[in-house]
Antibody, heavy 119, light 110 residues
Framework: QVLLQESGPGLVKPSETLSLTCTVSGGSVSSYYWTWIRQSPGKGLEYLGYMYYRGSANDNPSLKSRVTISVDTSKNQFSLKMSSVTAADTAVYYC?????????????WGQGTTVTVSS | QSVLTQPPSVSGAPGQRVTISCTGSSSNIGAGYDVHWYQQLPGTAPKLLISGSTNRPSGVPDRFSGSKSGTSASLAITGLQAEDEADYHC??????????FGTGTKVTVL
């Protein structure tokens, strides 16, 4: 059973870079598609980006290239970096996986981690 | 920011049938991309409920069903139960292979 666990600072200052890690257990990060999604308080889900371990990647154009997703096969983790954060980036951040391919649904989710952007 | 439109809320009495619509455009659902549905119980992460527009993953009760036609999709819940009270989100793709999400729908069991 594949399990995902997000980790990272819960508080980030405005203009700094948000960094989160998703640790994969019960499976290998050298498979599947790995995605980051967030949910602002009281709002819907927002796609941030995804990556396949062999290098193909995509990120939400509305975030104006602030997002970088990477995979670390040695640690069985994948990561999210978001630069120049503002209060609008305060949200619960989820990592998720599509084990049956990019166009299948995201069938494994982490529990989510809350990130607050504030000075 | 959401590309797909859902009703903010739907409600029904226990045992009733409710449907949730997910309306997109020719650049996402209408382009032939499948629609997936997620159930988000209060305070928890989303869970895949319907994949490939109509398929239920293992363990999902058969009272949940999905359909897709043209630029829209629908999720139906028949025999509504108290534990179905949750937020429901649809998801598809656009022509640049970005994930696109719906605005989300809160289901209330009366």
């Amino acid at each position: 059973q594949v399990l995902l666990q997000e980790s990272g600072p819960g508080l980030v200052k405005p203009s700094e870079t948000l960094s989160l890690t998703c640790t994969v257990s019960g499976g290998s990060v050298s498979s599947y598609y790995w995605t980051w999604i967030r949910q602002s308080p009281g709002k819907g889900l927002e796609y941030l980006g995804y990556m396949y371990y062999r290098g193909s990647a995509n990120d939400n154009p509305s975030l104006k290239s602030r997002v970088t997703i990477s995979v670390d096969t040695s640690k069985n983790q994948f990561s999210l970096k978001m630069s120049s954060v503002t209060a609008a980036d305060t949200a619960v951040y989820y990592c998720a996986s599509s084990r049956r391919g990019l166009f299948a649904g995201m069938d494994v989710w982490g529990q989510g981690t809350t990130v607050t952007v504030s000075s | 920011q959401s590309v797909l439109t859902q009703p903010p809320s739907v409600s029904g009495a226990p045992g009733q049938r409710v449907t949730i619509s997910c309306t997109g455009s020719s650049s996402n659902i209408g382009a032939g991309y499948d629609v997936h549905w997620y159930q988000q119980l209060p305070g928890t992460a989303p869970k895949l409920l319907i994949s490939g527009s109509t398929n239920r993953p293992s363990g999902v009760p058969d009272r949940f069903s999905g359909s897709k036609s043209g630029t829209s999709a629908s999720l139906a819940i028949t025999g509504l139960q108290a534990e179905d009270e949750a937020d429901y989100h649809c998801q598809s793709f656009d022509s640049s292979l970005n994930y696109v999400f719906g605005t989300g729908t809160k289901v209330t069991v009366l």
